[in-house]
């Protein structure tokens, strides 16, 4: 369990060291897809994560006003919530209040992470009119467990 925490946490630094620091200095307004795994694998790390990104990431520079948020939520399947612009602080509250609930009931089996991937690959996809940055943050620790009807499964 430990080893999957510590994966867990290298993942996430490797993850947000090239966000760090794209967002050191100013930036242009961006689109940012955020993808949150919510399998049941993540029940014991759920607190913390989800203080992470609703302290840590979305509220902080990471998300900006004038940025353009889309929130997908994965486990066996990925569900792209509704996308909205970051125009206010209270813009930013409804971000991290649709956070918190996401992680409300973290227990779904299975955990198909290129599902996810695929979602926001789409969602990228609808904002092609935009020239503005896009960037997605991954959230998960890691553990792919997509069900049989993924073509991303494997017995293994």
Do not use: W
């Not at 840590?56 to 940025?67: A, E, M, R, T, Y």
């Not at 553990?143 to 993924?150: F, G, M, V």
């Amino acid at each position: 369990m430990k080893k999957r925490h510590i994966s867990f946490l290298i993942i996430t630094f490797f993850l947000l060291i090239p966000v760090s620091l794209a967002f050191a200095d100013e930036r242009p307004e961006s689109d940012i897809i955020l993808v949150l795994d919510k399998s049941l694998s993540m029940e014991g790390k759920i607190e913390p994560v989800k203080q992470y990104v609703i302290s840590d990431i979305l509220g902080s520079d990471n998300v900006q006003i004038g940025d353009f948020l889309i929130i997908v939520n994965f486990y066996g399947t990925a569900e792209t919530l509704n996308p909205f612009e970051i125009a206010s602080e209270d813009d930013r509250k409804k971000a991290q209040n649709i956070v918190s609930s996401i992680f409300l009931n973290p227990k779904h089996t299975h955990t198909d992470i290129g599902n996810a991937l695929d979602a926001a690959q789409i969602d990228i996809k609808t904002l092609t009119k935009s020239d503005r940055p896009k960037v997605i943050l991954l959230v998960t620790d890691g553990i792919q467990e997509a069900p049989k009807t993924s073509k991303y499964y494997s017995p293994d």
